[in-house]
């Protein structure tokens, strides 16, 4: 659907200069943020308060969901000076909760575990008291690599479940739903102070009572914070974007959401994997 057909809850504006001028220091420090390469809506809104969600271990993915615009291709070198220079952004930016994510790199032993600790001990040590929150790949499963992001001690670590598990064969066919849930059960059982987050997108074609099941799948997992937001289609070659959810049918999702006992629920047409992140552990942590 072109912008043109968006209802009016879903347009988004924002200034362009605020936009560029965080985008070139990302440059200069040769980051990448998943803010430009996924397309977020709310770029402009969190570039002007002068935050960003840094997304490490290069541009390309290797593997190729079909909802996700981030490139797929030729993975890069990891880069050892990469946990520095996100740090060196977060005391630029004077960021008090920092979001890393990343590309999945199944081409590496731990998935890019060490990397993703690397960057939290680097911020810990020039920001101590800055919240760290990590947004994970699924590791293809592996406890030991989830051990190694567990004991650099992050404050938040989520993990997508993106959707339900009936539309997985389309929309992300190389994950599976059930080990994705069980990374969040594990770091849950390995670290119960760390809180746990996951998303998922609305407008593939899911029913709500899908969506129910889901809610109950992810508490059950031990699932602290969850966000919902709509599926917006990167280009033709995607998944097809089946129906835009109205913002009272997100307010019912919210509903059912808080109903289950989640800390935190962030829901609504652009809400995104870390929008109001930091609001999102502060009222986590005020209601535990």
């Known amino acids: 659907m072109t912008d043109q057909k968006k209802p009016s809850w879903l347009r988004v504006k924002y200034n362009k200069s605020e936009v560029s001028e965080i985008s070139e220091m990302m440059s200069a420090l040769g980051l990448n943020t998943v803010c430009k390469e996924a397309e977020c809506p709310n770029m402009g809104e969190c570039f002007k308060k002068r935050t960003a969600t840094f997304m490490i271990l290069g541009k390309y993915c290797t593997r190729d969901c079909r909802f996700c615009s981030v490139e ?43 990397q993703f600790a690397a960057c939290v001990r680097s911020i810990k040590r020039r920001l101590p008291s800055v919240a760290v929150e990590l947004l994970i790949p699924d590791f293809k499963g592996s406890n030991n690599a989830l051990d190694i992001v567990i004991a650099a001690h992050p404050d938040v670590i989520g993990h997508n479940v993106e959707t339900v598990p009936s ?122």
């Open 72 to 114: 797929h291709g030729a993975p890069e070198s990891v880069c050892p000076e990469e946990p520095e220079h996100i740090a060196e952004a977060a005391v630029k930016l004077g960021l008090r909760h920092v979001v890393i994510t990343s590309v999945t790199r199944d081409d590496l032993p731990d998935g890019g575990a060490e």
């Open 167 to 288: 539309l997985y064969s389309d929309v992300r066919p190389q994950a599976v739903y059930t080990r994705s849930l069980e990374v969040l059960k594990y770091i849950k059982s390995k670290s119960p102070d760390i809180r746990v987050k996951s998303g998922i997108m609305v407008g593939l074609g899911e029913k709500k009572e899908e969506v129910f099941t889901l809610f109950d799948d992810l508490r059950a997992a031990g699932c602290d914070i969850i966000t919902i937001g709509q599926y917006l289609r990167p280009s033709v070659s995607h998944v097809e974007m089946k129906e835009y959810i109205t913002p009272e049918m997100f307010e019912m999702y919210k509903t059912q959401a808080q109903s289950r006992g989640f800390g935190y629920v962030s829901c609504g047409p652009l809400v995104r994997s870390s929008y109001h992140a930091a609001e999102a552990l502060r009222e986590t942590d005020v209601h535990s």
